[in-house]
């Protein structure tokens, strides 16, 4: 190990900071937030400095830097653009045996600034020991997708219930693996979104022996977007990745699937025009049943859990049998196939208004507002609407909608498979007759499919 990682108090300490550019500026900023009193020296600041001046956080000297400004000092960062300065810097520092940092020069440093990853009270710092700072950041990068921003709440709870814990168990080991289940069982995700209350209540239920963490079944309503698994948000991807068992329907791209956890049981409850492999009650219920034994349960739906996802439905049954969930959204298929189809839901020379509106056929019919739908400067977008296509061309035009009207097809969205197919309402019918796109495809109605042909940026593997 070249450098020993420490982490220095610096609170109502002082510091010093020589530079004023902006570089200067975010080492100030992160003094600054582990509560240093900060003192800069330069001949004249930057933006990020004079505004931290002129809020009065810190205490500016303007002039170079001199050997005597070191009396006092707890720690020294030398941020400027003279190397003898840096140089001369860096030798009393250590001589006085102040750690001193020299920004980008390891050599002339007694300390790395690392790449941090702040959940405060947990903090977690990257360091290549400067020799490669790029790579430190790169990693910071992929950890801060594996930390989640509550670990700074847990943290807390921890030190609240610290004491008590350690009166409880006498044994280090029992302790330990005490602390193993809060930290990773149903409390923590209590704490994680945001329940800090019932996380203190079951917190101390534990402490009493009336309930462990492994009898604490949870259900996690998951958005997985529309198709592209780099989609996916952290805090799914880490819900995905802990469950016991996966409820998936057959909107989830297989990527997406792919991203649960390999040993978890995985329940296909898709369904499709007139094949419901289960009924949504049953849906409903396998819920709360599965929870009621004590798994982890992810509801892994494509786009949104609650647009079009029925999401609401799921989660008032769990809560009348009094199932803990957390609903984690994701990107609905509108955003998602617009974006990727070039295709602005909204923009302010063509569409002041969205509609997501369910194309869904039942006993024959579509009844739905058309005299709503059919309005100039907004956009109207059809989930699941593929079968009733021709009869949503035909109403849109009955009320009041040109039949020049640009409309868009877009199959498969934001993944390789994905074909976009645009025309009017008077033509789409019989492109799509020709095409055969299948579902899920999303319609998009309105001026917005204009301008497709110029924004259009993500190419399909689909020739």
Known sequence: MDLLPIFLDVKQKPCLLVGGGEVAGRKARLLLEAGSNLR??????????????????IEHIEREYQADDLGDVHLVIAATDNSEVNRQLSEQAKALRIPVNVVDQPALSSFI??????????????????????????????????IPTGYGRLAELSGRFRDAVKAKFDNITDRRRFWEEVLQGGVAER????????????????????????????????????GDPDLVTFRALRLMQQADVVVY?????????????????????GKENNNHVMQQEDINQLLVRLAKEGKRVVR?????????GRGGEEIDTLAEEGIPFQVIPGITA???CGSYGGIPITHRDYSQAAIFVTGHLKSGSLNLNWNMLAQFNQTVVFYMGLMSLPVICE???????PADWPIALIQQGTTPQQRVFTGTLESIVAIAEREQPKPPTLIIVGEVVKLRQKLSWFKSDVK
């Open 40 to 57: 800069v020296i330069a001949p004249e600041l930057g933006l990020t400095l004079s505004e931290m001046k002129q809020a009065g956080k």
């Open 113 to 146: 600034m690392p790449s941090i990853i702040d959940r405060s009270p947990v903090i977690a710092a990257v360091s290549t020991g400067g020799t490669s700072p790029v790579l430190a950041r790169l990693i910071r990068g992929r950890l801060e997708s594996l």
């Open 191 to 226: 704490v994680f979104s945001g329940h800090m209350e019932e996380a203190d209540q079951l917190m101390q239920k534990m402490l009493d022996g009336a309930i462990s963490s492994d009898s604490m079944g949870e259900v996690y309503l998951v958005g997985g977007g529309p």
């Open 249 to 269: 329907d057959r909107l989830i791209a297989k990527p997406v699937l792919d991203m649960t956890r390999r040993d978890a049981d995985r329940i296909y409850v």
């Open 300 to 308: 892994l739906k494509g786009g949104d859990p609650f647009i079009f």
């Open 395 to 401: 109403q849109l035009i009955a009320h009041g909608l």
């Open 334 to 336: 509108a955003s998602g």
